[in-house]
C-alpha cells in the first residue's frame, strides 16, 4: 500500500494505526541534514516493520523520517501543522540569533550519536613534471565523536489567555523562546570556545594602545604553529570589546571601516584592516576577552542535530502546549587554531 507520504510502500499500518501512535500526532522534527520539516519525533522513527521498495526488493526502512511536506490534509492533522508552524516560527526568531555557531565548522547530523572525521589541510605536489606521478600523501584525519545533548524550551497558553487577550497570545512567547534557544546554543559554544589558550591583551579602550598589535600576535602563533597552514578568519568579542575597538584611533583610519559599521547585519561584519576576517559580535561572551581563531582548521566543530517540536493539550490544566527540542554539541578540535586574547576591554 502506497503512503501518505509517497515514500514509503510494503506492508505497514493503516493511517488510523498510526495516528494511535502518539509519537505521531502533533509532532515534527526539522532535520538540518536534509533541511525538511518530518512527521513524528526523531526517537521514535527508526522506523516500526515499515519497508521500502528497491527495483523488486522491499528492505527494511532504517533512520528514515516520514515528510511532512506535500501530503493530503486530514481533520487528525490540525495538531501535526499546528506543531510545524509553531517550530518554523521559533527557528525563524532563533536562527538569526544563532551568532557563535558561525564561529565553528558546522556538522548537520541526524543521529545523536555519531563521528565525523575532520581533515586537516591537505598538501599537493607542485609542478609536476609530465609522466611522473605525483606524491600520494595520505590525508590526516581528526576522528571527532558526538554525542549530542539536548536543549528545549516550552511554550504554553492557557484558554483564559487565549480568550481574554487581545492579541495573539502565542507570539511574544515564540519570540521568547527563539531567543532563548538561541541564548543557550551561543552559551555553550562559549563555554567551550573559551577554555582555549589565553595571550595577555592590552585595554582597547586605551587611545594609545594598537589592537592591531595584539590581533597580529595571536594570529602568529596560530599560524607559526600550523606552518600557515590555519588561517585565522574569525574574531569574536563582546559588544563592549567592539565599542573599544572601532572607537581606538588605530582603528579609525583604517581602510575598511566604513563597510564594517554599515555592515547589514550588527553581529557580523569584515573586520576592518584584516581582509578575509570576520568579526562576531555576542553579548554571551566574557567581556574582557577576545577570540581568535581559524574556521577551515577547523578550531571549532559544531555538531547540528534536529530540532523537534510536538503540540499536546493539557486539558484537566485547561492549556495548550508546544516543546522545542534542540539536539547539538559544540566540540574544540584543534586547539592550536584558537587563542583567547584577554584583557582587551577594561
Not at 590526516?140 to 554525542?147: G, I, S
Not at 600550523?226 to 572607537?247: E, I
Not at 576592518?272 to 561572551?285: I, K, N
Not at 581568535?292 to 484537566?316: C, D, H, I, K
Request: hydrophobic residues 40%; glycine residues 10%.
Amino acid at each position: 500500500m502506497q503512503s501518505r507520504t509517497g515514500l514509503i510502500e510494503g506492508p505497514r499500518p493503516t493511517i488510523a494505526q498510526i495516528y494511535k501512535k502518539a509519537h505521531l500526532v502533533g509532532a515534527v522534527t526539522y532535520s538540518p541534514v536534509d533541511g525538511k520539516i518530518h512527521w513524528g519525533l526523531l526517537s521514535k522513527l527508526r522506523t516500526e516493520g515499515y519497508t521500502e521498495q528497491y527495483g523488486t526488493k522491499s528492505l527494511p526502512v532504517r533512520n528514515r523520517l516520514l515528510r511532512l511536506t506535500g501530503q493530503i490534509m486530514e481533520p487528525e492533522d490540525v495538531a501535526t501543522v499546528q506543531a510545524k508552524d509553531v517550530l518554523q516560527e521559533v527557528l525563524g526568531v532563533a536562527t538569526p540569533e544563532y551568532i557563535l555557531r558561525e564561529i565553528c565548522q558546522i556538522r548537520p547530523l541526524d543521529k545523536l550519536i555519531a563521528r565525523v572525521d575532520v581533515g586537516e589541510t591537505y598538501e599537493g605536489s607542485e609542478k609536476v613534471p609530465s609522466l611522473v606521478e605525483p606524491e600520494i600523501v595520505k590525508p590526516n584525519l581528526t576522528p571527532v565523536e558526538f554525542e549530542l545533548w539536548k536543549n528545549e524550551v516550552h511554550i504554553v497558553v492557557s484558554d483564559e489567555a487565549g480568550m481574554i487577550s487581545g492579541h495573539d497570545a502565542m507570539v511574544p512567547q515564540v519570540n521568547g523562546e527563539g531567543s532563548e534557544l538561541a541564548r543557550m546554543e551561543n552559551s555553550q559554544i562559549k563555554e567551550i570556545a573559551e577554555t582555549a589558550a589565553g595571550i595577555g591583551g592590552q585595554d582597547w579602550g586605551d587611545p594609545t594602545k594598537n589592537p592591531f598589535d595584539d590581533i597580529g600576535g595571536a594570529m602568529d602563533v596560530i599560524e607559526d604553529a600550523s606552518k600557515g597552514k590555519y588561517a585565522v578568519d574569525f574574531l569574536a568579542a563582546h559588544p563592549r570589546a567592539w565599542l573599544d575597538f572601532f572607537s581606538n584611533p588605530f582603528v579609525r583610519g583604517v581602510p575598511g571601516l566604513k563597510q564594517a559599521l554599515e555592515s547589514e547585519s550588527s553581529m557580523s561584519f569584515p573586520v576592518p584592516g584584516l581582509p578575509g576576517v570576520t568579526g562576531f559580535s555576542a553579548r554571551v561572551l566574557t567581556n574582557t576577552i577576545c577570540l581568535v581563531g581559524s574556521t577551515r582548521a577547523p578550531a571549532l566543530v559544531f555538531g547540528n542535530g534536529p530540532t523537534e517540536g510536538a503540540m499536546y493539550r493539557g486539558e484537566t490544566g485547561g492549556y495548550n502546549a508546544w516543546i522545542i527540542r534542540q539536539y547539538l554539541e559544540p566540540k574544540l578540535v584543534k586547539a592550536d587554531a584558537i587563542r583567547r586574547l584577554t584583557g582587551v576591554h577594561a
